[in-house]
């Protein structure tokens, strides 16, 4: 009679780990993935909704460290350095921890991806913490949620959002060290063989209010060496024109542009050329 009732509860535990029923988790694992400058950034975390709960100070703990969402704690990466906040983060592989209170929020970096949740969390094992300011907005989210936004040529913010509770803090890469390396290798001190490289060049100096006289002379090589006329080009060379205050070149290189972008299909160029147009009269 024992041995059946042994070889019963076998059967019986051998069923349940084999049945599984497939569910939807209640809290999903999501996989944020942006770029921020030159840096390729990734956050892991898990999606825990309010479900009618109460969300700050309770779901979102005050004066507790928390793994910023649910399940295992949050992971964030870059490709390479960072700032966060203007606070120094290399490359690698980090534990997002957040600790609330009803105003502040501290950001945390933790060089441990081994915890479940914050168990186990040891203040030790920080990178890096810095506050910054929590708001209530109206607008309701159900899910908490992590994205992007405001971003530049070389910053994104990164946002965290559930119910009436918000906070973020910037991610800055370096963009302009690299980028002005390559501009003395390639096209101050050699010749580029493609003269899209010349465009790029002066387009990059446009944008940070460098030389425009350098930026200028790029471009009339960009559309010297170029075996056709580019709408785009023309269009460069008429903003940089118009900041040196040569009204009329300008005025010529952006009804060029216009041609061009007509023929090219490009109404959007088109719009543009138009705006710097009716600005420099």
Same mark, same amino acid.
């Given at each position: 009679m024992r041995k059946t009732h042994l070889t019963l509860i076998a059967l019986m535990l051998?069923?349940?780990?084999?049945? $599984? !029923? #497939?569910m939807p988790?209640?809290?999903? #694992?999501?996989?944020?993935?942006?770029?921020?400058?030159?840096?390729?950034?990734?956050v892991v975390y898990s999606r825990p909704s309010a479900k009618g709960r109460e969300v700050a100070g309770n779901l979102i703990p005050?004066?507790?460290?928390?793994?910023?969402?649910?399940?295992?704690? #949050?992971? !964030?990466?870059?490709?390479?350095?960072?700032k966060l906040n203007g606070n120094a983060v290399p490359a690698g592989d980090y534990a997002l921890y957040t600790m609330f209170t009803e105003e502040t929020a501290t950001i945390i970096l933790s060089k441990n991806l081994t915890w479940w949740g914050a168990?186990?969390?040891?203040?030790?094992?920080?990178?890096?913490?810095?506050?910054?300011?929590?708001?209530?907005?109206?607008?309701?989210?159900? #899910?908490?949620?992590?994205s992007f936004s405001d971003f530049t040529m070389n910053s994104a913010n990164l946002n965290m959002k559930w119910e009436h509770t918000k906070a973020m803090f910037s991610i800055e890469? @370096?963009? @302009?060290?690299?980028?002005?390396? @390559? !501009?003395?290798? $390639?096209v101050i001190d050699a010749a580029p063989e493609n003269p899209g490289v010349y465009f790029q060049a002066a387009g990059y100096y446009y944008e940070t209010e460098r030389d425009s006289k350098l930026a200028l002379n790029w471009v009339n090589k960009a559309l010297?060496?170029?075996?056709?006329? $580019?709408?785009w080009v023309f269009h460069l060379r008429a903003k940089l024109?118009?900041?040196?205050?040569?009204?009329?070149?300008?005025?010529?290189?952006?009804?060029?542009s216009i041609t061009l972008a007509k023929a090219g299909g490009n109404p959007d160029y088109v719009r543009l050329n138009e705006k710097l147009i009716s600005d420099l009269k």
């Open positions: 051998a069923v349940s780990a084999m049945a $599984q !029923i #497939t988790p209640p809290s999903p #694992t999501f996989e944020l993935k942006g770029t921020v400058g030159l840096a390729e950034v990734k005050y004066n507790e460290v928390w793994r910023t969402g649910a399940n295992a704690s #949050t992971k !964030i990466s870059f490709s390479k350095a960072v168990l186990g969390y040891e203040a030790k094992d920080d990178l890096l913490r810095f506050e910054v300011p929590v708001k209530h907005p109206s607008s309701h989210y159900e #899910t908490f949620t992590m890469s @370096d963009v @302009d060290a690299s980028v002005m390396a @390559d !501009i003395k290798k $390639q010297d060496a170029s075996p056709e006329k $580019q709408y024109l118009a900041r040196m205050g040569n009204k009329k070149e300008a005025l010529a290189a952006a009804k060029e």
